[in-house]
């Protein structure tokens, strides 16, 4: 250390003119200020902004100056260790973020301990020690709150980092400006105001941390929690469709309802036995022998605590927003929670044929309950992902579980064709979630899937981390925030998810052109999610190999308004579903009508 103090850059604080210092320390403040407001810039010009502010941290800690003007060696160390920092990150932008996040937050915590540290060191005044010991607090604050938040680091390392630049380049300012003292001999003590000024600045930052942490905290709490009930005991029954567990369930049942959730066995991806969740629904008067609405619901996320039976309102997160009308026309309600959802994963998000034996094994299983009393009619439904889910539900149903009478099924916007929606929903504002959700399913599922080869390396923390919040979760805004910002770079991938080994998967788990039921598909005209030129291909295709469609599009609808009140395809699709239980025929061709 003492060979290193004898280098010109450990005496930058006594040669760099005053005007330069005033320069640096004002350019900090701006830069954190550009920062702040823009965090959720492209990944390669966020990785330069936050190098460069390293680098100015590290001049304005080399140039900074003391109240006694004896430099302490930590500062000049610190100095050092941001300039080193921020030149890495500069040369090397193709760091991951996470990296930079571990990089930024340790720092900010080395150099706010030994500000701490320097607070007790003898000579200092009140002012002096306050100053240290807050500036110093705040940067321990924000290092923690930078490690702490390490799957939402291009948003949260960005307001921190930029926080931390404004504070300690206005701390520098003051610094400077109060050394301007023209016609003010050296050694005259310091006004008061002046003295506590940087005391002022120092509380600010400790603020300013603090409520950083109060008001994202709540943005941290994940939605639900997984119970006990959810853990497949080790005696399961060996067949799909068999009842493991169930017990009453209450939690926002309609008052003319009885409901349960149950555990049961189903056929993974792999065709080995799986355990599954769903919930079951009937009405508490009537006759009984109820013909049953089997729900796929659409996407909730891909993490284990997703499944819809978790949540504050388990049949309205997965959109079936029509439980007590369904309820009111004296049909049951079985909804599967798929696999990987509540029950163990990994969830096979848009993959087909799971998703189908999920759907048909949760109806099976449900018959097992005496107390339910359910009829032999089943009518499928299923929005979005549970669109497609009923596609593959209607495709197996004869081959797979015979037992099972589907009189119909009703795919509203659904996710046909995985391939097209993959590849345009990952380039629309927000669309990255649901693309996250898809990429770690098939990556979980299929080997030959992997994120080195079809991720960019700057967004793949990103990626795992908005696949780790259920569209229900607080922090889901942050994954929100952060798929903003990738939108001003090239889509999430960096292998067009179109060719390759992916493109195969997906294209596999394209809905099938066969169908044992009458089938009814509704699409929105607006709808952002799921393209209705590529739903009009899928149905196209399903008219040309001989499979009668009756295809209906919405005109103005978007995604989720489709199957809310007041929209008219929700009285068509009782209308339509109660002809089907009622045993109408159907029409044996395709038709199509735009409402």
Same mark, same amino acid.
């Given at each position: ?10 005496r930058?604080?006594s ?7 005033i320069?640096?320390a004002?350019?900090s403040?701006?830069l954190?200020?550009?920062i702040i407001?823009?965090p959720?810039?492209a ?6 902004l936050?190098g460069?502010?390293?680098v100015l941290?590290g001049?304005?800690?080399l ?5 006694d003007d004896?430099?302490?060696r930590w500062?000049?160390?610190i100095?050092?260790?941001?300039l080193?920092?921020?030149?890495f990150i500069l040369f090397w932008?193709g760091?991951?973020v996470r990296l930079v996040?571990?990089?930024?937050g340790l ?5 706010g301990g030994?500000?701490?540290?320097s607070?007790f060191?003898?000579g200092?005044?009140?002012?002096q020690r306050?100053?240290?010991a807050?500036?110093g607090?705040?940067?321990i604050?924000?290092?923690?709150f ?9 948003l949260?390392v960005?307001?921190v980092?930029g ?5 300690r ?9 109060r ?7 050296e050694?005259a003590?310091d006004p ?6 940087r005391t002022?600045l120092a509380?600010?930052a400790?603020a300013l941390?603090?409520a ?6 709540p943005?941290r709490?994940?939605?639900t929690?997984?119970?006990?009930f959810?853990?497949?005991p080790r005696?399961?029954?060996?067949e799909p469709?068999?009842?493991v567990?169930?017990?009453?369930f209450t939690?926002d049942?309609?008052a003319?309802?009885? @409901? &349960?959730r *149950?555990?049961? %066995?189903?056929t993974?991806?792999d /065709? ?6 769903a +919930?079951?629904?009937v009405p508490l008067?009537?006759d009984?022998?109820w013909?049953v609405i089997?729900w ?5 996320g891909y993490?284990?605590?997703?499944a ?10 997965g959109?079936?927003y029509l439980?007590?009308?369904?309820i009111n026309? @004296? &049909?049951? *309600?079985?909804? %599967?929670?798929?696999?990987g959802? /509540?029950?163990?994963g990994?969830?096979?998000? +848009?993959?087909?044929p799971p998703?189908?034996?999920?759907s048909?094994d949760?109806v099976?299983?449900?018959?097992e309950?005496?107390?339910?009393d359910?009829g ?8 979005s992902?549970g669109g497609?889910?009923a596609?593959?539900?209607g495709s ?5 579980a ?6 119909g099924?009703a795919?509203?916007?659904p996710?046909?064709d995985p391939?097209t +929606?993959?590849?345009g929903?990952?380039?629309i504002t ?5 693309a996250?959700f ?5 990556e979980s599922i299929y080997p030959?899937?992997t994120a080195?080869?079809?991720?960019r390396?700057?967004a ?6 908005m696949a ?6 607080p922090?889901t ?7 903003l ?5 090239p ?6 998810p179109?060719v ?6 997906l294209r596999t788990n394209?809905?099938p052109?066969?169908t044992?039921a009458?089938l009814?598909?509704a699409?929105g005209t607006?709808?952002?999610i799921i393209d209705p030129?590529s739903?009009d ?6 008219c040309d190999a001989?499979?009668p469609v ?5 005109a103005?609808?978007?995604h989720?308004?489709l199957v809310?009140r007041?929209?008219p395809l929700?009285e068509?699709?009782f209308?339509?579903?109660r002809a089907?239980?009622?045993?109408e025929p ?8 735009d409402?």
């Open positions: 250390m003492r060979v290193l103090e004898r280098l010109p850059l450990w930058l604080h040669r760099m003119p005053l005007w330069l210092r320069a640096i004002a350019v403040i701006g954190g200020a550009v407001i823009r959720t810039t990944l390669d010009v966020l990785a330069l936050l460069g502010g390293m941290t001049i304005l800690e140039t900074g100056r003391t109240d004896e430099r302490p500062r000049s160390a100095g050092v260790a941001w080193v920092a921020g030149a932008p760091l991951t996040a571990v990089l930024v720092l900010l915590m080395f150099n030994v500000g701490v540290v607070a060191r003898r200092r005044t009140w002012d306050v100053s240290d807050a500036f607090a705040s940067g604050l924000f290092g923690i930078a490690l702490g938040w390490p799957d939402i680091t291009l949260v960005a307001v980092f926080a931390w630049l404004i504070m380049g206005s701390a520098g300012l003051w610094n400077a400006l050394r301007r003292r023209a016609h003010t001999p050694d003590p008061p105001w002046r003295r506590w000024g002022a509380i600010g400790v941390a603090v950083t942490v109060l008001v994202t905290s943005l709490e994940a939605s929690v997984i119970d006990a959810y853990a497949a005696d399961t029954p060996s469709g068999r009842l567990r169930a017990e009453p939690r049942i309609p003319n309802a009885q @409901g &349960w *149950i555990l049961y %066995t189903t993974g991806v /065709g080995e036995n799986r355990v599954a969740s +919930l079951v629904v008067e009537g009984g022998r013909p089997d796929n619901h659409g996407t909730t993490a284990q605590h997703c819809p039976s978790l949540q504050e309102r388990p049949l309205w997160s959109a079936m439980t007590r009308q369904v026309e @004296g &049909w049951a *309600i079985v909804a %599967t929670d798929y696999i959802l /509540g029950t163990a990994p969830h096979p998000y +848009l993959i087909g998703s189908a034996s999920a048909l949760a099976r299983a449900a018959r309950l005496d107390d339910a359910l032999a009619s089943t009518v499928v439904w299923g929005h992902q497609g889910a596609l593959w539900t197996m149903a004869r081959s797979y015979a037992e099972v009478w589907v009189r099924v795919a509203l916007a996710a046909s391939l +929606l993959v590849d929903v990952s380039a927000g669309g990255s979630i649901f996250s898809a990429f770690e399913s098939f030959d899937v080195r080869r079809y991720i390396p700057g793949q923390p990103i990626v795992e981390a780790a919040r259920c569209l229900s979760d922090g805004v942050v994954s929100v925030l952060a798929a910002g990738m939108s001003r770079d889509v999430i991938f960096a292998a067009d179109t390759g080994t992916l493109a195969r998967h394209i809905a052109l066969t044992t009458p009814l598909i699409q607006s709808d952002s030129a739903q291909a899928f149905v196209a295709r399903l001989g499979t009756d295809y209906r599009t919405y103005g609808m978007e989720t308004a809310e007041p929209s929700t068509e699709l209308e339509w579903t089907r239980f009622a045993g159907y029409p044996t061709e395709c038709t199509r009508s409402r």
